[in-house]
């Protein structure tokens, strides 16, 4: 089916006036130019309607992204596609809407807390530093394909009590999924063999743990199969789709945050030298990275009722759009937002999203980049871009990445 | 919200539950003068914009509310 060729809805909607676009966000591009199309789309207009697929509402600046978060209870995580307002799939608990969405997350979130982080630290921090001393004797690598995934990939099998030894399998799945999940044809099968696949993993791991007495220290499978529901059991469905959620939300996202801060450490050597002098300017960095490499595009929501919202006369079952990477630069939210501020102040960025599903995986992630930095610049202060070709990104249809990053640098001899 | 932003910033002043949520909600909280500028920063920085500054005259913070409603 061609979304693209089917009539749109605007025609018949009072749009207020409201500028109407038609935009496929999920194209390769060329890096950097999703954030420039968003720049300009907020400066041009807070609102569009856009015309792809069934049609959906566009909030582009701060405030409006602000107050979609604020409000679940109009904004519907039912589907978080605009484009695809009736998924096939429901991810656990990203599209359940209160009140059973916090009993979900309650579950799961002393799992993935600060404090649990914490404790994981000196195992983050062994798999990061053997992962760059195996890396930094070649004196270059594509750090996506190298670096950016395997480093998380590894980390999220220890973290959730599993065999490393699987890492090589779950890059290769990940890799698959969200190649067909922006919506190219070619990459369609290779994607529901991946999830395929990945489901079968988690079946197997379920049927090793069925009937234990106890939960398995550290192992979140286990842990899950003891868990309560209100009383009740998860049901294994309800478990396999957590598990699969993990694996899609948290390892293609941190190769792509990763990446964009590589690159914004790749070119630019005064940053660099300023991680170096002062490790402590590290975390500031990796929070001004997500907000100013925001590889969330936008995230979507279903409208519940009928409402006005900053400007826009909605309807129930309308999807909207929040445009949160333009919104993380948006002018009127943030001093000089154009710019990279090593240290800034004040950094409210919406990059981990906002209101209760703010993403789980949100500590874990910030201290995996904290210690990505740490550790390659201890071993590779210095780097630079080992190709002239203009680097490409996927679409923000999924999660934003650069698909590839040639890095190279100087080995002493 | 759980962000972490506010406790991570103002270790001396906001701490965090076994969830990540801060253990402090609908209370107004005293800003001992040494906390200040942490307590700017983390009312800065809260995305849900959940943290209120109380100032005395000179414009210092003086008590630090953070709203939102329990898990």
Known sequence: MDRASEPATAASRNLDGCPVMHGDFSRIRQAGSHWQWADQLREDSPLYFNTYAQGYWIFTRHDAVRDMYKNPQIFSSESITPWEPEPIYRFVPTQIDEPDHITYRRIVNAWFSPRAVDRAQPEIRGICRALVQKVAPAGGCDFVADFALRYPTAMFLRFIGLDTADTDQFVAWVEDFFGGFSGDPAGLEPMARALDGIRQYWITVLDQRRGEPAPRDGDLASHLMHARFSGSPLTDAEILDMLTVLVLAGLDTTRGQLGYLFRHLATHPDDRAALIADPRLIPSAVEESLRFYTIIFGDGRKVTRDVEFHGARLKKGDMVYGLVSGANRDPRAYERAGEFILDRKHNHHFGFAGGPHRCLGAHLARREMQIGVEEWLRLIPDFRIATDEELAERGGGSMMTLMTLPLAWDVAR | ?71
């Open chain 2, 1 to 71: 919200m759980g962000h972490g932003r506010c406790y991570q910033l103002a270790p001396g002043l906001l701490t965090c539950d076994d969830e990540g949520y801060v253990t402090i909600r609908d209370q107004v909280i005293d800003v001992p003068d040494d906390q200040g500028a942490a307590a700017e920063e983390a009312a800065g920085t809260c995305p849900e914009e959940a943290i209120t500054l109380l100032r005395d005259r000179a414009h210092r913070p003086v008590s630090a509310p953070p709203r939102g409603p329990a898990p």
